[in-house]
């Protein structure tokens, strides 16, 4: 059974602060990860994805993937009220498809 | 551009009762799913469709139906709805790995 864990928490952080949201898988074979956010009532939307050791950086999001020891992580610098959502880590599997984490509730506050 | 769009967006059901909730793309998208989301379960792939025509199990089918009626739609039915399928379902389409999710539907069956 494919696994992906998430801490479902929730993370409180206050505004400003870097929030760090963390990810584990079970698939030695997966290729492809994603961090979805998903707002309270509303679809998940994608932030960011990454294939490859190391780390990537979109704004103010950071992933970083560290495939030996089977970690995604997702770094939100100077965390804003509007960031808080919970956040679905994903990870790819043959034909497309994705095995999806729980989910971290995030709370920013001012 | 409408990206995935799903109908409708609010049921409600009594036990017993079927329904099936549409959904098409317009992205011209090969790869086609189907997930429910409970609280606290992230969300769980109940069918997909890798290309027209084909459709495969994902983790939790039973109780559920599809069709792949083109490249552009794809649907889930659910024959007799019990109270166990409350939940908010989401379709989604994919270039690969990316997947993009509608808005939702939120299902309750009494």
């Known amino acids: 059974q494919k696994e992906v864990e998430q801490n479902s928490g929730p993370l409180s952080v206050p505004e400003g602060a870097i929030a760090s949201l963390n990810c584990t898988y079970s698939?030695?074979?997966?290729?492809?990860f994603f961090w979805y956010r998903q707002y309270s009532g509303k679809s998940p939307e994608l932030i960011m994805s990454?294939?490859?050791?190391g780390d990537k950086e979109d704004g103010r999001f950071t992933a970083q993937l560290n495939k030996a020891s089977q970690y995604v992580s997702l770094l939100i610098r100077d965390s804003q009220p509007s960031d808080s959502a919970t956040y679905l880590c994903?990870?790819?599997?043959?034909?497309?498809?994705?095995?999806f984490g729980q989910g971290t509730t995030l709370q920013v506050k001012p | 551009n409408a990206g995935v769009t799903q109908t409708p967006k609010f049921q409600v059901l009594k036990t017993g009762q079927s329904m099936t909730l549409q959904c098409a793309q317009d992205?011209?998208?090969?790869?086609m799913y189907w997930y429910r989301q409970d609280p606290g379960m992230g969300l769980r792939l109940i069918y997909y469709?890798?290309?027209?025509?084909?459709?495969d199990k994902g983790e939790v089918p039973n109780g559920y139906n599809v069709s792949r009626l083109n490249k552009r739609e794809f649907s889930l039915r659910l024959e007799s709805a019990a109270p166990s399928q409350t939940s908010v379902y989401f379709c989604?389409?994919?270039?690969?790995?990316?997947?993009?999710f509608g808005d939702g539907t939120r299902l309750s069956i009494l």
């Open positions: 698939d030695r074979g997966s290729q492809s």
């Open positions: 990454i294939y490859s050791n």
């Open positions: 992205m011209n998208h090969n790869s």
């Open positions: 989604a389409s994919s270039d690969r790995p990316v997947q993009h």
């Open positions: 469709s890798a290309s027209e025509g084909t459709t």
């Open positions: 994903a990870v790819g599997l043959v034909e497309g498809k994705l095995i």
